[in-house]
């Protein structure tokens, strides 16, 4: 190995004596070249290819890597930013939803751990910095991987995954909440239930697509709407819209006047271990995007910039400050060598003038799931699963931390 090395600065050494001379010298500077840029990629990973270029580095030390990737390679360098604790929520939560509204952030559902979920909302009041009310959900509500969004007033709830670990199949039942009267009514149900599809309302319509399908793992890209109003569906029935190009659950879906925006997610999922009585979650594979998707009037999909890695599990980890969507960690591909589960613990900005992303901040540490919201100048964001340490990514506890920071984008 050390021997390569030689030869190969040995190599950059000629490149930079010997300029231009022949053919050959000029085709081994170009290939020395190639090497040494893949293998900084390899340090410095900021791309927008990013999975495909670490593998790409790979496979040019013919299948041999010369040196172990570190296990944070998938840190981004990011601004500092001033995190304050504030009150924890009264229950750890994975895979729970948020809407905000008002002076309140209404938290849903969750695992507290893969053993046992949650069955009631749990409510933070930003005036005076307290978790008070707590909701019962109806008990034939999903208690993890919801589809969920808010007109302000109603919150929909569509869909989602009963019971704990990885229950098949989903239930395609969909609940509205009246936040003012605190009363719980129905929706037509999904015409095929899904896990954490993309939700959001849109042009006086309640839009959901993709998600798993019943077996947890298969990605849907069907995508359905039904027209609302003050937490009624005016029609009897979903209407079937223009598929999503890419399926999967976990993504954020961002509406903005007439445009809806789809981002992130993943696809292939945990999946019951066959013939397990309790549905035990067993690790399947799965592929995590950074593409975005976005819908304008003409109902044709169009690809934008992808964000700066891939990312899952955001579907309640972004708000709208300024024009722009701001999303809050998450959990990207797969480390290459050691194909342990990598989360992200970085602030993204993308701007919805530009269509451009870019690494705002960076986290107290990486997690995944969290429920965000802003207020009065601050970016929260609560619960979700967090990593081992500064130095070991993968995830590890359950956590109802709150957590705020100011912004000035
Ligand atoms: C990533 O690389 C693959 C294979 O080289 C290519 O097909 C794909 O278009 C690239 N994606 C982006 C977003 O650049
Ligand atoms: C939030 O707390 C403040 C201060 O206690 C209170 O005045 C306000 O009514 C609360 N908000 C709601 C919606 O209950
Ligand atoms: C949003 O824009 C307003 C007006 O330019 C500015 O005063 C405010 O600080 C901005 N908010 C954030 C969070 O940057």
């Known amino acids: 190995m050390v021997k390569h090395h030689l030869t190969r600065s040995n190599l950059v050494l000629a490149c930079l004596t010997i300029v231009g001379v022949a053919l050959t010298i000029d085709f081994l500077c170009a290939s020395s070249s190639m090497v040494s ?18 593998e790409k580095a790979y496979e040019t030390n013919s299948g041999v890597p010369e040196r172990e990737l570190s296990a944070t390679f998938a840190d981004l360098p990011a601004p500092e930013l001033e995190w304050e604790q504030m009150p924890s929520a009264p229950v750890p939560r994975l895979d729970g939803s948020a809407i905000h509204i008002k002076d309140l952030l209404y938290v849903f559902a969750g695992f507290g751990t893969l053993d046992y979920v949650h069955s009631h909302v749990d409510v933070y009041n930003f005036t005076d910095n307290t978790w008070g009310e707590r909701l019962d959900m109806p008990k034939e509500m999903a208690n993890s991987h919801l589809g969920m969004a808010s007109d302000g007033r109603f919150i929909y709830i569509v869909s989602g995954q009963h019971g ?98 789809v981002i992130g997610g993943q696809e292939g999922d945990f999946m019951p271990k066959p013939g397990s009585p309790i549905y035990k979650c067993s690790r399947r594979n799965e592929v995590v995007y950074a593409d975005v998707y976005m819908l304008d009037a003409k109902m044709k999909w169009k690809k934008l910039s992808p964000m700066p890695k891939p990312n899952s599990h955001i579907e309640s980890s972004w708000v709208i400050i300024n024009n722009s969507i701001i999303i809050v960690g998450g959990t990207t591909e797969k480390h290459p060598v050691n194909k342990r589960m990598v989360l992200v613990g970085e602030v993204f900005r993308f701007r919805l003038d530009a269509l451009e992303w870019s690494v705002i901040g960076k986290l107290p540490y990486r997690v995944k799931t969290t429920l965000v919201s802003f207020w009065e100048g601050r970016l929260y964001f609560t619960s979700g699963q967090r990593d081992r340490g500064p130095d070991n990514p993968q995830p590890k506890k359950v956590l109802g931390e709150m957590w705020r920071a100011k912004l000035n984008l």
């Open 37 to 54: 840029t893949q293998k900084h990629h390899l340090l410095v990973p900021i791309q927008e290819n990013y999975t495909i270029k670490v």
């Open 164 to 261: 704990p670990q990885c229950r098949t199949p989903p239930i395609p039942v969909t609940f509205v909440l009246d936040t003012e009267t605190r009363k719980w009514g129905n929706l037509p149900p999904l015409p095929a239930p899904r896990y954490a599809p993309a939700t959001q309302i849109w042009r006086g319509r309640l839009h959901v697509m993709g998600g798993s399908k019943e077996n947890r793992h298969t990605p849907g890209t069907d995508h359905w709407s039904i027209a609302i109003k003050n937490g009624k569906a005016l029609e009897k029935e979903w209407l079937t819209e223009v598929p999503i190009p890419r399926g999967g659950p976990h993504r954020a879906c961002v509406a903005d006047s007439d445009r809806l925006f």
